[in-house]
């Protein structure tokens, strides 16, 4: 089977989260410059088999929008026109980054490395392809 990548969009950097062939686990990828995202997936499609991008939607807890939606459907939209193949899903991040902060504490990461931001990103980029995951069992 094919895998499906997930994209924690930010306006610095982007963290990314793949699943194992058989899509059952998520797995941190990569944090990436933001403004390279585009070259990196067109690399990284050319080694893997990868058919659904599934691309983290950031809204308020009222559901309104953040400073960086409008970004992320920009996003959306290039992912679309350049990756016409793939499959493109928008899934809620909402507390993605609180629940990746606390994820590493409970795993025993040590303080120094929690402030890596790189590390929140690739992280909360797993929460959400999990969080997707799920979804699509139901």
């Known amino acids: 089977m094919s ?12 963290g990314l989260a793949i699943t194992d062939p058989l899509r059952i686990i998520a797995t941190p990828l990569e944090t990436v410059r933001t403004h ?12 893997e088999e990868v058919t659904d991008i599934v691309l983290g939607y950031p809204t308020q807890l009222d559901q309104s929008e953040t400073d960086v939606t409008r970004n992320v459907k ?26 990746a902060l606390e994820a590493m504490i409970t795993g025993g990461m040590k303080k120094k490395d929690r402030r890596i931001k790189g590390n929140i990103d690739r992280v909360s980029a797993t929460i959400i392809l999990q969080s997707y995951l799920e979804s699509i069992d139901k």
């Open 36 to 47: 390279f995202l585009l070259e990196y997936l067109k690399e990284y499609f050319t080694r």
């Open 74 to 99: 920009s996003l959306e939209t290039q992912l679309k026109r350049i990756f016409s193949d793939k499959s493109i899903h928008l899934h809620d991040e909402r507390l993605t980054s609180k629940m």
């Open 3 to 14: 895998r499906i990548l997930a994209i924690d969009y930010g306006n610095k950097r982007t």
